[in-house]
């Protein structure tokens, strides 16, 4: 596994290939201090994919939490996260086809109302397009949240609109509300997501972690 996010060690850039290609990118998104000058705190890109990334966790932006941590996920929206995908923190972070590239990699910050700032969509714009030109064998993209919906799918409906109609989207992404706790209340509402979705995104999720990781 690759990484940006300070956890893990970038493996240092050699001959040209896919494999540096990768980590040459990673390794910039790491340096990135674009958004430097709008935050009281020092941008700390997280992003966690690899050559073998096949199912591509897109979030919004992470969380103070994973901001000091470095590890995407690293809160209760990643344990309630790995509950959907029907697998097991060390299975989430020890799985090489399983990436985290949220649509910023940076804490945007806390709004006065105690919420996170949305992700800045100058992170996307810079970087977005490229990284994924570099994860070709990802087959499944899990789209958690609005803005991370909005972004990949040009869909600007509302959240729940597009979740319900996760079929359309299937096999290839699924449309997922973010996991936060902010959300337990609509998780409520609507028992057709933990009904219908979720054994789709288990199902999904095993078929591909069932494969020889190394398969092309
Ligand atoms: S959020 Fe994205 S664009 Fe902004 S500093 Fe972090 S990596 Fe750079």
Redesign the pocket.
């Known amino acids: 596994m690759t990484t940006a996010g300070g956890a893990e060690t970038v493996p240092a850039r050699g001959a040209a290939g896919p494999a540096d290609d990768l980590a040459a990118l990673l390794a910039d998104?790491r340096g990135?201090?674009?958004?430097?000058d709008e935050w009281p705190h020092e941008?700390r890109?997280v992003v966690r994919v690899g050559e073998a990334t096949r199912i591509l966790v897109c979030g919004q932006a992470p969380g103070r939490r994973v901001h000091e941590s470095g590890l995407p996920f690293d809160d209760p929206s990643g344990e309630r996260l790995r509950e959907w995908m029907g697998i097991d923190r060390a299975t989430f972070y020890g799985r090489p086809e399983i990436g985290v590239a949220a649509m910023?990699?940076?804490f945007p910050g806390t709004d006065p109302k105690g919420g996170d700032y949305p992700p800045?969509r100058?992170?996307a714009e810079?970087?977005r397009a490229r990284l994924l030109a570099l994860l070709p064998k990802v087959e499944l993209m899990l789209l958690v949240g609005g803005h991370a919906q909005a972004w990949a799918l040009g869909d600007r409906r509302p959240m729940t609109e597009v979740v319900r109609d996760w079929r359309a989207l299937a096999p290839d992404a699924l449309p997922l509300p973010h996991p936060s706790w902010r959300n337990t209340a609509w998780l409520k509402r609507h028992p057709w997501f933990q009904a219908e979705v979720i054994p789709y995104v288990r199902l999904r999720v095993g078929e591909i972690l069932s494969r020889d990781p190394l398969s092309s």
């Not at 990135?32 to 430097?36: D, G, L």
Request: some cysteine; aromatic content about 12%; charged content about 10%.
């Open positions: 998104i990135c201090r674009a958004c430097a941008p890109p910023a990699f940076c800045p100058r992170c810079l970087w």
